[in-house]
């Protein structure tokens, strides 16, 4: 009396009826794990450059305050030796985000290469695509047609 519909047997029937390019798939997720792997080289480069200017910066930093607490003849030399320190810190602070700004702009012009790439390449599978579709679609009503 009563039968239990055959839910295999439907969604194969709806599987089937929407097929699955799975060359395309595949070549949309090396396309996707390129750019990543591109985007990430880009931060990693970025990530090390901005290490290595505040690993400098430290650096001189500290010789500089090394300078500045050695022991001195006079107490009119403790405030130039604070005066000499604040003047050079002030001017490597400025060039030090000079170069923050240098790598932040190389960064920004690399990922929008890479962005305009990725869409140019996009555009031309979407163009390849879509000219298949139609090509297949023809070839089905020619078929239709010519019974």
Known sequence: MTKTPD????????????????????????????LNEKL??????????SADISSTWTKETLARMTEMTKVKAEPADYAKAMTEFASASAEAAAEHMAAFAEVAKKVQMETVELMMAAGKDMQNEATAVATKTAENAQAAAKKATSK
Do not use: R
């Not at 990430?40 to 450059?49: P, Q, R």
């Open 7 to 34: 839910m295999t047997a439907m969604f194969k029937d709806v599987m089937g009826a929407f097929p699955v390019d799975n060359a395309a798939m595949q070549d949309a997720f090396k396309n996707t794990a390129s």
């Open 40 to 49: 990430s080289g880009v931060a990693f480069d970025a990530a090390e450059k």
